[in-house]
T-cell receptor
Framework: DGGITQSPKYLFRKEGQNVTLSCEQNLNHDAMYWYRQDPGQGLRLIYYSQIVNDFQKGDIAEGYSVSREKKESFPLTVTSAQKNPTAFYLC???????????FGSGTRLTVV | EDQVTQSPEALRLQEGESSSLNCSYTVSGLRGLFWYRQDPGKGPEFLFTLYSAGEEKEKERLKATLTKKESFLHITAPKPEDSATYLCAVQSPGGSQGNLIFGKGTKLSVKP
């Protein structure tokens, strides 16, 4: 079955470390997105990519980086510059022209 | 600025007690309005897409409606398994293609 796989489900990071969250899709979708979700807040867009080797900053890109070397993969790196990285991270994908997002199951990142 | 506001923030119902969730939006030219269901610790699950005022969509006990200023998610005779957070999102020409603006959600609890 087609879908989006995020890994790991839980991730712990020490302060000052960079960590990378994985997102893989087999839906043949062109566009992929990373959102951050905090309690009491809506989903906030971090980065998005509409085509391989191209991506754009969202509303809260500071302290994050991404790559899009393959259509199926859109990894997110949370760098040490991100001051408050503890959150639930969601990856999503869609076809171009937009008809709906498919979300992954999320990664919960905790700074220890 | 495009904005989505959901109300109430939380709603407690008894099993069988019908009610509605509200999503009001301010966008310059709506391209689509989307409803998602999110269970704790999981990614959002797509429910409905509405594109024009007057449009309605139904799925089991859920019915989504759309006007020029707001959308309602009507829940008829809810069951405990309907307990979840319901997210509303809109897409407008102001955002890059495919990007959604999410509300903060309504947390629904249905007691047996």
């Amino acid at each position: 079955d087609g879908g989006i796989t995020q890994s790991p489900k839980y991730l712990f990071r020490k302060e000052g470390q960079n960590v990378t969250l994985s997102c893989e899709q087999n839906l043949n979708h062109d566009a992929m997105y990373w959102y951050r979700q905090d309690p009491g807040q809506g989903l906030r867009l971090i980065y998005y990519s509409q085509i391989v080797n191209d991506f754009q900053k969202g509303d809260i890109a500071e302290g994050y980086s991404v790559s899009r070397e393959k259509k199926e993969s859109f990894p997110l790196t949370v760098t040490s510059a991100q001051k408050n990285p503890t959150a639930f991270y969601l990856c999503a994908s869609s076809t171009t022209g937009y008809r709906g997002y498919t979300f992954g199951s999320g990664t919960r990142l905790t700074v220890v | 600025e495009d904005q989505v506001t959901q109300s109430p923030e939380a709603l407690r119902l008894q099993e069988g007690e019908s009610s509605s969730l509200n999503c009001s939006y301010t966008v310059s030219g709506l391209r689509g309005l989307f409803w998602y269901r999110q269970d704790p610790g999981k990614g959002p699950e797509f429910l409905f897409t509405l594109y024009s005022a007057g449009e309605e969509k139904e799925k089991e006990r859920l019915k989504a409606t759309l006007t020029k200023k707001e959308s309602f998610l009507h829940i008829t005779a809810p069951k405990p398994e309907d307990s979840a957070t319901y997210l509303c999102a809109v897409q407008s020409p102001g955002g890059s293609q495919g990007n959604l603006i999410f509300g903060k959600g309504t947390k629904l609890s249905v007691k047996p």
